[in-house]
């Protein structure tokens, strides 16, 4: 059965450096595993599902480290690239909301180093494949992802997330030019509505899921923070709300939704490209509803610190 198939998770690991306050001689940090993709990984083996995460980690230490929490959490490490290029930094400060800013380092580091040849290491069946962030459109990693999409989209079901990072690129056209890439070729497109409103301002949210549909996207679903989220499928739109929680922050809460919401779709059977395109209406509630459960819970603490599965509603 396809639940029983891992999904693959491709992008970066790095660390996320948050301060921790004043010292007599500068600031304290604290320095945690993440990356929008790891946490996906993560957060998909924390809710039960096998997931195997293709991404370049570096030697250094601080690569080690990322390397330990991988085999910490169960995440299968068949398909890492083990490399000698440094170990990405993303420095996190968060405003009064619990909202997240994000400063990178990560130049030629080694999350960027997934090459062509690599793509053998990867499982001959999978149930899904999910790419987003920034290691879709930084070379060479981005050629690398492309390709793998065009090789595996007739049989697994491929999940997209732009995750949009423009201190990693700037240029919101390169943005806009993966996403129209992906929407001809993925099944699963999410977005959050900070993202839509940079790529596509004064767009139409509706409007814009509905030309995705028809290119061939067979579910859009957009997050909208506190206010829940929007799913469309076959014409109809559904909402579901987001629990009202006291939030610690929001770091890793969209890497949670996606997670969560590709467990719930391989708990109701629907994780292959037939039976997505065929989900019922019940189904997409369900979906949603669980994903937003799952952020949800991951905002009460600090920093990508996703739920397991036994924190989270029986599905059916």
Known sequence: MAAQLPIVVCGESLLDVFDNGATPAGLALDAVVGGSP??????????GQPAVFFGGVSRDFLGERILRSIR????????????????????VGVDAQGVP??????????????????????????????????????????ATLRQLVEQRRADSVIA????????????????????????????L????????????????????????????????MLTRGGSGATAWKGGRRFDVPAPQVQVQDTV????????????????LGCLTPKALADIGPEQVRQVLQFGVTAA?????????????RAELPVLG
């Open 252 to 267: 890793g809460a969209g890497d949670t939704f996606q997670a969560a919401c590709l467990v719930a779709l391989a708990e």
């Open 189 to 220: 497109l999410k977005l959050s509505d900070e993202d839509f409103e940079r790529l596509y301002p004064g767009v139409d949210p509706q409007a814009k899921a509905e030309e995705w549909l028809s290119l061939g996207v067979c579910l859009v």
């Open 38 to 47: 790891l946490n996906v990984a993560m957060g998909l083996v924390r809710m």
């Open 160 to 187: 997209y997330d732009p995750n949009v990072r423009l201190n990693v690129e700037p240029d919101l056209g390169v943005w806009r030019q993966q996403v129209d890439w992906m929407a001809h070729r993925c099944d």
């Open 296 to 308: 949800a819970i991951t905002c009460t603490r600090r920093g990508p610190d996703l739920p397991r």
């Open 72 to 91: 910490q959490e169960g995440i299968a490490e068949d398909a890492l690239v083990l490399c000698d290029a440094p170990t990405t930094l993303s420095l």
């Open 101 to 142: 800013s994000y400063r990178f380092y990560g130049h030629a580091a080694a999350d960027r180093q997934l090459l062509p040849e690599h793509l053998e290491r990867l499982p001959a069946q999978v149930a899904a494949i999910h790419l987003g962030s920034y290691a879709c459109v930084v070379p060479p990693v981005d």
